[in-house]
């Protein structure tokens, strides 16, 4: 929903063209010749898209881990990583901008008014640095 109203309330647009889905190349395309400044992402499906002609977009990326073998974030302005549980459709947390390093990216701290647990495939809560599922 934020990236929607976000988006409409402060002026700009939400272009989402059913033809250029299946297609990075047609979608970067798109990006460009709309001149869009913010795209909200998974980090899955920003990494098949080429950076030529994207270098000022701010890349919000959502839905999944980052990785940084996926993306070159270092080289995209304002990037941002939220994390929102599968079963909905809002973020639960939020990271200051992404620059690229060893290790995995950190999940971040919980958006305001929102609080998440890591937790094992038992449930339990464990410590931020073993693996585990955002809940």
Request: hydrophobic content about 45%.
């Amino acid at each position: 929903m934020e990236e929607i109203f976000g988006a409409l309330l402060h002026g700009g647009g939400v272009v989402v063209p059913e033809e250029v889905v299946g297609s990075p190349e047609d979608f970067r395309a798109l990006l460009v010749g709309e001149n869009v400044t913010v795209l909200t992402q998974t980090p899955s499906a920003a990494a098949v898209l080429s950076p030529e002609g994207l270098e000022s977009v701010a890349l919000l990326m959502a839905g999944e881990p980052c990785r940084w073998s996926w993306c070159s974030v270092g080289r995209r302005a304002g990037d941002d990583q939220r994390l929102r549980p599968t079963e909905t459709t809002v973020c639960a947390s939020r990271t200051a901008s992404l620059r690229a390093g060893s290790g995995a990216p950190p999940i971040g701290s919980p958006v305001a008014g929102a609080a998440f647990f890591v937790l094992d495939s038992w449930l339990r809560p464990v410590p931020l640095v073993w693996p585990a599922s955002c809940i």
